[in-house]
Each structure stands twice: as C-alpha cells, then as structure tokens.
C-alpha cells in the first residue's frame, strides 16, 4: 500500500488528509466530505494549488476548489480549468455509457441466475427471499467475485443483485461479498459503472403515488414481499449514498415519499426530507425493518399507523 502521505493542502480544504490515498500520478482517493466512504472522492491534482478539483463518483459531488473555497486565482485561468473539467467529466460519463450498453447486451446477471444451486437458493430463502422472487429479481451468485479496498484486490465468493430501473433496464449489480474482512464492507458495485437505486417494482414504468426508501436492496425486497399489501420500495446504496434517487424524485409531483431508514441514521433520514421538500417524512424504527417485518413486529396496518406520526424535515 502506498504510504505517502497526501499533499498539506488537503487539510486547508476541510478534506481528512490521513484518510487519502494515492491513485494515480494526478489524483488522490478518500473518503467523500458529503457521503464518506473510503475512496469515492477523487481529488485531481495535476495543476499547481488551487487550481484543484473533486468528485464522488458515489453521490456526484463536484468542487472546484479555486471558486468553491474563495481562493483568489486569475478568472481567465479559472474558466480554462472549468472547460477542462467539464471535458473530462463527459468523457468520463461516456465511458460509463459506453460500459453499460456492453455490460446489458450481454446479460450478466440473467447467467449469475442460471448458476444458483440448491445451496445458493437456500442461501437467498435464509435473507428472506422466497424462491419465486429470487426468480423475479434475477438474484444469482458468483464463485469468484474480485474486489479491492485500499489498493489491496482480493477474490470472493458473492451473491448478485441486479439493479433494474423501470421497464427492466438494468443501471448496475450489487455484490454481496461472503468472507470479506469488515473494513471491507459487504457491497460492491460493477466496476465501471455509476451507482443505482434498487426498485422493487422494475417491472412498472413510473413511480407510483406513495414511494417508501429504505437502506439497500434486501430491505427493500423483504418489504415489498411481506407487508401483505404491495407497496413501492427504493433500496438506497446507504444512509448517506442515494445514487441520484433524491434528484429524480424531486421533480415528480403529487407524490408522498416515506423515508424508512435505519435507527442510527436518523440525521440522515432527516437531511433527505428536507431535500426532498413537502412531500418527505420521516419515519424512524426502532430496529431495520427487514428484520421487523420478518419477525412480525412490522406489518401493513403497523406501518400505516406509524405514518400518522411521520415526521418531517
């Protein structure tokens, strides 16, 4: 692992210097000051200070450190650098366009299905996802799964969750690393591509009229399964990702979004119905409520009732 340390300027840019780490001879990767992380945030440093940029590729923040921070540089300097990092930002999103045509035409996710074994299948039915909707999500697994986690790449066996938007156009997969060490966390996206929400229902074109967000996309699946009546769940990366979710939702109208997320992240919950505006609330459980749905604390006529008391921003 690259120990050198990250340039001094970083800690005048409110950035955890500690935290950022080498990854090219131009940038540097660490945690996200608005969606943290270990490595999403990318700082560029292939200009003299301040003329300095970053981006998450997690939650979509940019900075332009020179305009963003109040640090004097000539203005006709100042709008070339702007011009560069717009250039490179659309090459970048093209590159991923590009990545998510091959990756859909050649339909990994429908072949991680095929591969499920009776043991897999156990697997998924022991997180609470009956065999017939393990068939509908296309859930799958995967023998071998290569994940890295600061500048360190390891191999793991991995269960897959396809991310479909609506009308079954697939955004990204999740993988659900088994065996990895702890700081390495449980979820890895497909390399490559932008982060996506998990939508319960891929198979309708719009949203409905009520819209509840939870964490991840295994609460979001044992909510939309078991509460009786099917209501309409979005599965966040995490408390503090959401993948542009929040942004599209703020154009819709005449709708009312419930936010569901975990008992510690309440702050959270709290900063997306104030994105959100008028039609956000908040509802705070006392447990994650995929396991208070399976244990039979949550159910339909239980959740209703909890609305009555949502809170909002």
Known sequence: MNSTPAP???????????????SDKKSWRGPCPQCGGTRRYVVFTDHDFP???GF???????????????????????????????????????TRT??????????????????????????WRDQG???????????????QHTAEHDGERMTFPAYSIPKFDFDWKLKNIDYRLIGAPKEWGKYRPQAGLSPAPFMSDP?????????????GSKKSMVCRIYLEIPLFF???????????????????QDRQIWIMLDPDAESWALRMAKEL?????VIMLPAKPDDLVLNGALNYSRLESLKRTARAA
């Not at 009776?118 to 697997?123: G, K």
């Not at 198979?203 to 967000?213: G, L, V, Y």
Request: glycine content about 4%; charged content about 30%; aromatic content about 12%.
């Open 234 to 252: 979005i599965g966040v990366p995490s408390c503090n990702s959401w993948a542009g979710i929040v942004d599209r939702l703020k154009t819709l």
């Open 129 to 143: 996802i009956p065999d017939e909707w393990q068939d509908f999500y296309q859930l799958g697994y995967k023998a």
């Open 51 to 53: 003329l300095w940029h």
């Open 56 to 94: 998450c590729d997690q939650c979509g923040r940019k900075d332009k450190f020179w305009r963003d921070y109040r640090i004097k540089i000539d203005p006709i300097r100042a709008a070339e650098l702007a011009r560069e990092f717009e250039a490179t930002r659309q090459a970048e999103q093209a």
């Open 8 to 22: 001094a300027q970083f800690t005048q840019l409110g950035l955890q210097a500690d935290k950022f780490k080498v």
């Open 277 to 281: 505006g008028n039609k956000a609330r």
């Open 203 to 215: 198979d309708m074109n719009n949203f409905p009229s009520e819209i509840h967000i939870v964490e």
């Open 98 to 123: 590009a990545r998510l045509e091959e990756f859909s035409t050649t339909e990994i996710w429908a072949e991680l299905h095929r591969r499920l074994s009776a043991d897999n299948r156990t697997w």
